[in-house]
């Protein structure tokens, strides 16, 4: 518990905070709302230094899968820490929990990925995979392989490597010239579909752009193809059946890695362990991060097919470390997860307990403003849009969907709106229970009362 006043911590974030995602000479002169302060958190609940209670039902970054504080995780930690808290640094070395957690980590990846690399966040990871790729391409006779193809509306991350694989303007203005190399095809989106088709009397033309793009920049010039298997930050969003059979195909018909970005999807969020188990498609390389440890520890891996790691043996070094990646506490902390996942049957709850929430949402279909609903094991999204018939979304100026989660917010309920599509995400710790999914929804329902649509 801290005895820090709110004024005070307001005054000292004022002072000494270098915030993301807002007007920097207005944070310093107002600091952040008290209520933006988290003082304390447990099972699926988080209080802010006002006192206010709410439920996570976005378990934060859609990371804390098994909860906040939770002392299982945090035992764990202990443990190791006291065992040893570092693992030095030895070329191809590792500590006894980096290379025990790989271990047991090969068992609950697809069975083509065996072989894992550890950094510390999702960005990371997802430089690491492009750097793996480009490697991989050099190692095989053909440096010039080096672009990194990705989608409209994709979160791939904030680094300056991840960030030109992002899209929106509001997370890649202002940081000088965008880097060589990075492409981007459009979105699949069938609710708004961007070509103006009606799926599935579609031709596909989400997919087949991803053909078009490789063959107008050369399939020579091309390392991967890096995608979220759904839609994350941009509010939960499932393609159809047959996009990530046909995005693979076109990977193999042009000789082009498949990426899967799983940070926000891996480690049972969507009702398996991995999104990509609910298509039949192998990626090349698998990006993992936030549930890994439930973001009680910063932790993030690739995973690399047993055949890329073959095209990438027995030549020069791979060099791409940083200093404390892999973690002992962070990897001990990681085993611990898969354990209790095993035990407690995660994936299996998010499952069963994402159809009730899916179920509860959609008893929100019949509303004039609400459409485009989603929903995979607990991971969710809708829209509230404003003209259903003409499927006319509101003037982003309006901000409803921020008034929507501040109205949740007063209800006790925390969800996230989409910063690139403003579609409400609810996606709560797979620790939930039914009851508190029934909350969940009665609160999404009560909300939608509670601001003026028209
Ligand atoms: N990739 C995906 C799919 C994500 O959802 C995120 C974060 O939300 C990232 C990468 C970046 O992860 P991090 O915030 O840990 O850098």
């Avoid at 680094?159 to 202002?174: L, P, Q």
């Avoid at 708004?192 to 596909?204: A, D, E, L, M, Q």
């Amino acid at each position: 518990m801290t005895n820090t006043s709110p004024e005070q911590l307001v005054e000292w974030s004022k002072n000494h905070i270098l915030p993301s995602g807002m007007p920097l000479g207005a944070f310093a002169k107002k600091g952040p709302p008290a209520s933006a302060i988290t003082s304390e958190a447990h099972d699926i609940h988080m209080k802010d230094v006002n006192g206010h209670k709410y439920i996570a039902g976005a378990s934060s970054a859609v990371n804390v899968n098994l909860g906040y504080s939770n002392p299982e995780l945090a035992q764990a930690a202990y443990d190791q820490l006291i065992k040893m808290g570092n693992g030095g640094f030895t070329p191809g070395g590792g500590s006894t929990a980096s290379i025990e957690y790989a271990h047991a980590l090969a068992q609950v990846t697809p069975e083509h990925i065996n072989r894992f690399m550890f950094v510390h966040s999702g960005s990371e990871g997802n430089d690491s995979a492009y750097k793996i790729a480009r490697y991989y391409w050099t190692i095989q006779g053909k440096p010039e392989k080096f672009k990194i193809i990705s989608r409209k509306m994709a979160y791939h991350g904030l680094t300056i490597g991840s960030m030109y694989a992002t899209d929106g303007a509001a997370f890649r203005t202002n940081y000088g010239p965008q880097p060589p190399g990075y492409v981007q095809i459009p979105a699949v989106h069938c609710y708004h579909c961007p070509f103006g088709k009606n799926y599935p009397g579609c031709n596909f033309e989400c997919a087949e752009s991803l053909a078009e793009a490789i063959e107008k920049e050369g399939a020579d010039t091309v390392a991967a193809f890096v995608a979220e298997p759904i839609y994350g930050v941009a509010g939960t969003l499932i393609p159809p059946a047959e996009y990530l059979p046909k995005i693979r195909a076109i990977c193999d018909q042009y000789n082009i890695l498949f990426i899967d970005d799983e940070v926000m999807t891996g480690f049972g969020r969507t009702g398996k362990y991995f999104a990509i188990e609910h298509w039949d498609v192998k990626p090349d390389l698998l990006i993992m991060s936030k549930g890994m440890t439930g973001a009680q520890l910063p932790l993030a891996g690739i995973g690399v097919s047993d055949a890329i790691f073959d095209g990438m043996s027995g030549a020069a070094p791979f060099v791409h470390f940083h200093s404390t990646g892999g973690h002992p506490a962070c990897c001990a902390v990681a085993t611990k997860v898969l354990e209790i996942m095993d035990r407690d049957k995660l994936v299996e709850n998010s499952a069963v307990l994402g159809e009730r929430m899916l179920a509860g949402i959609n008893e929100m279909s019949d509303h004039a403003h609400v459409a485009d609903i989603h929903g995979q094991g607990l991971f969710a999204g809708f829209e509230i849009i404003k003209d259903k018939g003409s499927r006319t979304s509101y003037n982003p100026a309006l901000a409803v969907p921020r008034k929507f989660t501040q109205a949740t917010m007063k209800q006790g309920l925390g969800v996230r709106a989409s910063v690139s599509t403003g579609r409400i995400q609810v996606a709560p710790p797979l620790v939930a229970t039914s009851s508190d999914i029934d909350t969940i929804c009665d609160i999404l329902k009560s909300a939608l009362d509670d601001i003026v649509l028209d």
